[in-house]
């Protein structure tokens, strides 16, 4: 299986019953569709009941005019998702609606849990039904089945989860927005025309017209109801924000606790061009995951930038393809050489991070096809070692070329000129933050807390 990235969440509490709510929803999900395109979904709340509408493929696909006018209300939350545990089938699209003691109980989540098995099982003994494959309806389980107040259950199922979550709760009359104690995944809050907005990423309040005013705290669950805002932090442990969303998973144009995507991916790219200079003709990057290192790296070595890769802009994801030769040509579906700029140069070709290293493979054959002399790769991140179990789905440590391979390997596989990784330290002063509030783990294998075995992705569906 190829490595899939986190999911985004939307939600929404209005001051007043609001017909367009779900439209809003609709158009930040949009701008949230780079962190999940299997399915999506969005739940409202009138005060008195929950409905939904959920389906699979993108945000675009799934909502007709009718279904967005369907849904009215006072409170809404949305989710886009890739899945990390559980397949992609409509009964795992989220949000989650679920009944507890006082009603209905609407649930969104971006992470993935370690611990999800063991408490599946645990609740399964006590007499608990599940109708999905996902961890996320443990969380929801959890919850749905306490006798306690809801921001009493959350407090206990938070001290019984254990992993990454940022998630978003709906019941009849409050919206609760939650972020694990690591703050392994981002979530923030923002405000438009009297309502609360949360989202994974600030971008998309900038896509619906709001105003950001500050991060959810690791640790913290916010409450939005009738009473306004309020704020109840009961966890705390070591921060470890996910350092990939930095490299790849955020839109350039996002800002996560208080850091810039933008500035971090250049000066990753400035720092790449002082770690491994090299005298060539031209510094292509692969779009869109190099663009912005490919700039840092082009106004630090004077070396010019040019478009010797287009895009085709309506092409979904190389990584959802099924099979090795479909997805080889996924990369000449997606990528077309520009022969008249590549020919007889020296080629710096920059992107983000290499995982399997199928991409890069043949995006160095086809510039070479197209008369490049040299093709030296840069890659704006270290070697990706271990596999992620928060979040990130890159199944096996064995998938990873670099778990397997040294950097000089990896060069005569990809059959580059020459090939360099920043180093851990050159990512670290990247990023406008302290190394210990970062989860760093797939470039070192430290992971912030115990992990599960390998492979357990599709472990409630092998049940
Ligand atoms: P690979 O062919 O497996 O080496 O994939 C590397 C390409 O996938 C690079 O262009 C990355 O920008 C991109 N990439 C990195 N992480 C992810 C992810 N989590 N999901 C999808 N694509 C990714």
């Not at 986190?6 to 158009?27: F, H, K, N």
């Not at 109708?131 to 921001?151: P, Y």
């Not at 996002?254 to 850091?259: A, G, T």
């Not at 040019?306 to 990528?335: A, H």
Request: charged content about 25%; aromatic content about 8%; proline content about 3%.
């Amino acid at each position: 299986m190829p490595i899939k990235e986190a999911c985004g969440l939307l939600g929404i509490y209005s001051s007043q019953p609001d017909e367009s709510i779900a439209r809003t929803v609709y158009y930040g999900l949009f701008a949230l569709q780079h962190r999940g395109q299997e399915s999506a979904g969005i739940a409202v709340s009138d005060t008195r009941s929950i409905k939904y509408h959920k389906g699979i493929g993108l945000v675009s696909e799934i909502f007709s005019e009718e279904d967005l006018e369907d849904l009215k209300g006072k409170m809404a939350i949305g989710h886009v998702r890739y899945s990390t545990t559980g397949s992609n089938c409509l009964s795992n699209a989220q949000p989650l609606v679920v009944k507890y003691h006082s009603g209905e109980l609407a649930i969104a989540h971006n992470g993935n849990l370690v611990n999800a098995y063991e408490l599946r099982n645990d609740l399964e003994e006590n007499g608990a039904m599940f109708h999905t494959t996902t961890d996320s309806e443990v969380i929801a389980a959890l919850i749905a089945r306490s006798r306690k107040s809801l921001i009493e259950a959350v407090i206990e199922c938070m001290e019984k989860i254990r992993g990454a979550y940022s998630l978003l709760l709906m019941s009849k009359d409050k919206l609760i927005a939650i972020r694990d104690s690591n703050g392994f995944r981002p979530l923030c809050i923002g405000s438009y025309n009297g309502s609360y907005v949360v989202a994974s990423e600030n971008v998309a309040f900038d896509t619906i017209g709001a105003e950001f005013l500050r991060d959810i705290e690791p640790g913290e669950i916010v409450v939005f109801d009738e009473n306004g805002i309020s704020s109840h932090k009961v966890i705390t442990s070591r921060k470890s924000l996910c350092v990939f969303e930095f490299v790849y998973f955020a839109r350039p144009d996002s800002v996560i606790d208080k850091v810039s995507v933008y500035q971090t991916r250049w000066k990753a790219g400035a720092i790449l061009a002082r770690e491994h200079p090299v005298d060539a003709d031209l510094v292509v990057a692969v779009p869109d995951s190099g663009n912005v290192a490919a700039i840092g790296f082009s106004d630090t070595s004077h070396i010019p930038m040019g478009m010797g890769l287009i895009k085709n802009r309506y092409i979904g994801r190389t990584f959802i393809q099924p099979s090795q030769r479909i997805r080889n040509l996924g990369v000449r579906l997606k990528l077309n050489p520009l022969k008249d700029l590549i020919n007889g140069k020296r080629i710096v070709l920059v992107d983000d991070s290499i995982v399997r290293g199928t991409t890069m493979g043949q995006i160095v054959k086809m510039l070479k096809d197209s008369g490049a002399k040299q093709v030296h790769v840069r890659i704006s991140s270290p070697p990706i070692t271990h596999s992620c179990y928060f979040g990130i789905d890159t199944s096996t440590r064995r998938e990873l070329i670099a778990s397997c391979h040294d950097v000089e390997s990896i060069r005569k596989l990809l059959d580059a000129d020459s090939l360099g990784y920043l180093s851990i330290d050159g990512l670290i002063e990247s990023i406008d933050m302290k190394e210990k509030d970062l989860c760093i783990a797939c470039f070192t294998g430290e992971y912030p807390m115990q992990i599960p075995r390998e492979g357990r992705k599709y472990l409630f569906e092998k049940r």
